[in-house]
């Protein structure tokens, strides 16, 4: 006999990722769309709204209407001003969560951890569910074990509002559990504008290019004497490759308590 379906609520499901992710979730054999959340389209049937036939689900304007609808998973692709108060309000309903919303610091996440751990169930947070970001990753804490020194780049479209991303924030905040990053002149002794040596996050000195042309993109640089190496990452403007990482995420929330975070956690474990 086959497991029930997990039932998923998408918030943000008009948005570039949120729309992509509400057509994945419609078309998996393990999955039902409970629930759709967007100010904009309520009222109208989600199907419609993304583009296919309509689904018979009419999108809500908010979490409250949602969860009347009964969900295993908030899926949240929204704007950092508001996803922190719907994760924990998901969390407190006991409703599993997987944060694709950037923007949220490392007190934020200690926050979500203990709700989710106080609530027995999981939460999956990720700057970027792309697999191939995820392994850029991976390679990048490896890196981090044998070259102390580096700094991130990371590149955006103009209109992005965090700086740094999501992505490369989280990845600074994992490399700093793995090794200290050094730096010849401390940030506090530069001559002249401090701001050009970037913002600091977790020891990582941080640059971010936000300009037209760019989607998304970072590049993690590490030096040592004599030699460098760069690993880089860049997406194309769609938001397909974010999906098949969100599904899989969705499925590990069901199995986990507490929080993980990083699509290269998922993939590679801790």
């Known amino acids: 006999m086959s497991s029930s379906p997990i039932k998923i609520c998408v918030a943000g499901c008009t948005g570039w990722t949120g729309s992509a992710v509400t057509r994945g979730v419609l078309a998996a054999n393990d999955m039902r769309l409970t629930g759709a959340i967007a100010r904009k389209a309520a009222g109208e049937d989600v199907g419609s709204v993304v583009g296919l036939n309509p689904a018979g689900l009419k999108v809500v304007a908010t979490f409250e209407e949602a969860i009347g609808q009964h969900c295993d998973v908030l899926i949240d692709y929204t704007k950092p001003d508001s996803v922190k108060a ?33 609530n027995n169930v999981g939460v999956v947070a990720a700057g970027n569910f792309s697999i191939t970001a995820a392994v850029a990753k991976q390679c990048a804490l490896l890196a981090a074990r044998h070259a102390p020194s580096w700094e991130i780049i990371d590149y955006a479209e103009p209109h992005k509002p965090d700086a740094p991303s999501g992505t490369t924030r989280e990845l600074a905040e994992r490399m700093a559990e793995i090794s200290k990053n050094h730096l010849d002149v ?3 002794k530069i001559l002249g504008q401090k701001e050009a040596r970037g913002g600091t996050v977790a020891g990582t000195q941080m640059h971010s290019v936000r300009l037209p042309g760019y989607k998304f993109g970072f590049e993690v640089l ?29 499925r590990k929330a069901m199995t986990i308590t507490g929080l993980v975070r990083g699509m290269d956690t998922i993939l590679f474990g801790d």
């Open 186 to 188: 401390p940030i506090e």
């Open 222 to 250: 590490f030096g040592l004497p004599d030699e460098r190496i760069t690993i880089k990452h860049d997406s194309s403007p769609s938001a397909e490759p974010y999906v098949a990482g969100t599904l899989l995420a969705a």
């Open 86 to 118: 719907r994760v924990l309000h998901a969390l407190n309903n006991k409703i599993r969560v997987v944060v694709g919303t950037s923007g949220l610091t490392a007190n934020d996440y200690k926050e979500i951890d203990e709700a989710a751990r106080k």
